[in-house]
T-cell receptor, first 118, second 115 residues
Framework: GAVVSQHPSWVICKSGTSVKIECRSL??????MFWYRQFPKQSLMLMAT?????????EQGVEKDKFLINHASLTLSTLTVTSAHPEDSSFYIC??????????????FGPGTRLTVL | AQSVTQPDIHITVSEGASLELRCNYS??????LFWYVQSPGQGLQLLLK??????LVQGIKGFEAEFKRSQSSFNLRKPSVHWSDAAEYFC?????????????FGAGTRLAVHP
C-alpha cells in the first residue's frame, strides 16, 4: 500500500514552454501533497505544500507564478513549470500523506520526474 | 529552528563490513525521525522511522537505527553491507512549522561499497 506515482518520469522541453508533472496516490487518499526539487548530488528542497481543494503554500523563495500547483482531488496533484528555462532543469519529486491518518508526518514519495530544459 | 545534520557527505566501506551513518537533529519537541534511501535517478524509499517507544528501530534491508535523545542523534546501522546498499541516504525529521507538517531533510550521505 501507499504507492505514489509520477508522470512523466522524464521530460525534455524547449525554453519558454510549459511542462506539467502529475503526482498520483494510487491506493490512498492524499489530503496533503508536497513538491520537492532536488539538484544533482544535493538534498531535497521543499517547494510547496498543497492541501486538497485549497491553494498551495509555497516555501520562501519559490515563485508561485512560475511553479503552479493544483490539488483538485484526493488522488491527484499537478505541478506546472511555466515558461521553463534551463535553470529550471532539475529532479522534481512529489510526496503524499493522508493527513487524517498519518502519524508523525510520514510521507510517501513518488519516483521523481527529471526535467531538462534546452 | 529545526535542522538535520548528516556530518558525513561520502562514506566508502567494503562489502561485508559494518556501517554506521550519522544523523543529528535540532528540534524543540519530541521528534519524528526517518531514514530514507535513494538510488540514482529514483525516488525515496523509507528504510525506517521512529515515532515513540523502543529507541532501537528495525527497518527494511537489515537496517536499524537508534534514537538517543541525550545526543540528539538517530544513527543508521547495518552489520554487514551488501554491494546493493550503495546509494544516497537521507535522514529527516518531521516538524510542524508555520502551521504545517513538514519533513526537514539532511544533506545526505553517499555510500559507496567496494567489493
Amino acid at each position: 500500500g501507499a504507492v505514489v506515482s509520477q508522470h512523466p518520469s522524464w521530460v525534455i522541453c524547449k525554453s519558454g514552454t510549459s511542462v506539467k508533472i502529475e503526482c498520483r496516490s494510487l491506493d490512498f487518499q492524499a489530503t496533503t501533497m508536497f513538491w520537492y526539487r532536488q539538484f544533482p548530488k544535493q538534498s531535497l528542497m521543499l517547494m510547496a505544500t498543497s492541501n486538497e481543494g485549497s491553494k498551495a503554500t509555497y516555501e520562501q523563495g519559490v515563485e508561485k507564478d512560475k511553479f503552479l500547483i493544483n490539488h483538485a482531488s484526493l488522488t491527484l496533484s499537478t505541478l506546472t513549470v511555466t515558461s521553463a528555462h534551463p535553470e529550471d532543469s532539475s529532479f522534481y519529486i512529489c510526496s503524499a500523506r493522508d493527513q487524517r491518518l498519518a502519524v508523525g508526518n510520514e510521507q510517501f514519495f513518488g519516483p521523481g520526474t527529471r526535467l531538462t530544459v534546452l | 529552528a529545526q535542522s538535520v545534520t548528516q556530518p558525513d557527505i561520502h562514506i566508502t566501506v567494503s562489502e561485508g563490513a559494518s556501517l554506521e551513518l550519522r544523523c543529528n537533529y535540532s528540534y524543540g519537541a519530541t521528534p519524528y525521525l526517518f531514514w530514507y534511501v535513494q538510488s540514482p535517478g529514483q525516488g525515496l524509499q523509507l528504510l525506517l522511522k521512529y515515532f515513540s517507544g523502543d529507541t532501537l528501530v528495525q527497518g527494511i534491508k537489515g537496517f536499524e537505527a537508534e534514537f538517543k535523545r541525550s545526543q540528539s542523534s538517530f544513527n543508521l546501522r547495518k552489520p554487514s553491507v551488501h554491494w546493493s546498499d550503495a546509494a544516497e541516504y537521507f535522514c529527516a525529521v518531521g516538524a510542524r512549522t508555520g502551521g504545517y507538517n513538514k519533513l526537514i531533510f539532511g544533506a545526505g550521505t553517499r555510500l559507496a561499497v567496494h567489493p
